[in-house]
């Protein structure tokens, strides 16, 4: 058997009928192209969402309180536990191995107004000094509040830089005062941009202390139910190696503090990287989804290829003969339509891995959509256009080898 003169037999066949080929592994090229696309389009969104959570802050826990239900028809009830804001002196005190905890209490669809400017729709986050740490946010101008002002419900205030450039688009925001809703509030500083992360827009918020939106920004209807309730409680861990022990610490402490046991806490404990891990699984279930709808073009593809392959080996049945009178044994004829089937699948997947790759970047760079090609998605795609090749070439190879020589010398 000679490999050479088979495969150069197989690149003439594939050359005499060039439309044909090009047509037959159109459909492997889309499969290939897809496969990779699809991929790269859902790890550039795992990229992004891990981004985001990334960018509220580094080694984050996160506590929220959590809602027990009640009897048959009745809501979610937690009337008497729940995050108080006491909670969050007790964990900056009693808490070894953190770096910041800072809480976040906001009131939407605020008006503020300067002179004869006004915003309507505004966000007010009532929250602590260590905010700008455990969120990373820097004061561009002034400062933000202190622990006095926060017990005092100092009536200050810091503005997201958009809120500032839209409140004083002429002018120094710095010791001016803003009317929120009914309460005069002075401005003692000014967020640097920090832009969109997970859904938030820092530079669209006020911030102010949190005591000021208990007293004068709580509905009173929610304020003598909730009291100094707060939904979300930020620590930033100083070394993330030592994260684990200062989740057991908060759990503990906030357990005695509230009175209840480990085993019903009235709280949730979570970090950024449990956050992460189940968006990545749905990201991931996402992924595999994409492959396999895209995956099914290469299927479609590879019963092209079959469909061609057969016809060919009709076309060439007298061609068949002939080989074998001259002594081509089956193997041969068997080898030789494989490696065209196989040729066609191959230079197919090679052209998709070019669309593929070239199609996600610049989806990426003119498309509203982030992509990422993983390296695993180009191998893998190519390896299934080789196979497809392969299992789809085989039906008509081994029709073409099991021809009767003096049948196929016959055939017009």
């Known amino acids: 058997m000679n ?20 047509l037959t592994m159109l459909g492997v090229i889309i499969g290939v192209a897809a496969v990779i696309m699809m991929i790269a389009i859902s790890a550039g969104t795992e990229a992004t969402i891990s981004e985001q ?39 900056r005190d009693q808490v070894s191995g ?17 002179n004869d400017i006004t ?10 000094p260590d905010y700008t740490t455990v969120r990373e946010l820097e004061v561009g101008s002034g400062r933000f509040f202190t622990d006095e002002e926060v017990t005092k419900a ?16 002429d002018g120094d925001p710095l010791g001016q ?74 759990t503990i402490l906030l357990a005695n503090r509230h009175k209840v046991s480990t085993d019903s806490l009235d709280f949730n404990i979570r970090t950024q990287d449990e956050i992460i891990a ?56 068997r080898v030789q339509f494989l490696s065209e089937a196989l040729m066609l699948s191959l230079f197919g997947g090679i052209l998709g891995v ?9 989806f990426n760079a003119v498309g509203g959509m982030r992509t990422v090609v993983l390296p695993y998605s180009v191998f893998l795609s190519f390896l299934s256009a080789a196979l497809v090749g392969i299992f789809f070439g085989y039906v008509p190879a081994k029709n073409a080898a099991e021809l009767d020589p003096i049948v196929a010398l016959r055939h017009e």
Not at 56 to 82: A, D
Not at 122 to 128: N, P, R, Y
Not at 182 to 195: A, E, N, R, Y
Not at 206 to 230: E, H, N, W
Request: proline share 3%.
């Open 177 to 250: 005062v803003i009317m929120v809703n009914d309460v005069k509030l002075t401005v003692i500083g000014v967020l640097s941009p920090k832009g969109l992360v997970s859904g938030t827009d820092f530079d669209e918020q006020m911030y102010c202390p949190i005591q000021l939106v208990f007293k004068k920004f709580t509905p009173s209807m929610f304020a003598r139910i909730v009291g100094d309730r707060v939904r979300m409680i930020y620590v930033s861990v100083a070394d993330s190696t030592n994260m684990q022990n200062v989740i057991n610490q908060i």
């Open 3 to 22: 490999y050479r003169e088979i495969i150069h037999t197989a690149w003439q066949s594939v050359l005499s009928n060039k439309l044909r080929s090009i």
């Open 278 to 333: 189940t968006a990545s699984s749905t990201t991931e279930s996402f992924r595999t989804l994409l492959a396999g709808v895209a995956g099914v073009s290469l299927i479609v593809g590879g019963i092209g290829i079959m469909n061609i392959m057969l016809v060919s080996v009709t076309e060439r049945t007298r061609e068949i003969g002939l080989r074998q009178a001259i002594g081509a044994t089956p193997l041969d004829i």
């Open 354 to 362: 070019i669309v593929g790759v070239g199609g996600s970047y610049i």
């Open 154 to 169: 100092s009536k200050v205030v810091v503005l997201g830089s958009s809120v500032a450039e839209s409140l004083f688009p």
């Open 98 to 114: 953190i770096a910041g905890v800072a809480v976040e209490q906001s009131e939407s669809s605020l008006t503020a107004k300067v």
């Open 53 to 91: 959570i990334n960018g509220l802050g580094s080694n984050l826990i996160f506590i929220n309180e959590s809602f027990n239900r009640g009897g048959p028809g009745q809501g979610p009830t937690n009337q008497k536990g729940g995050l108080k804001y006491s909670d969050v002196a007790a964990i």
């Open 119 to 128: 915003l309507e729709d505004l966000t007010l986050v009532g929250t602590t």
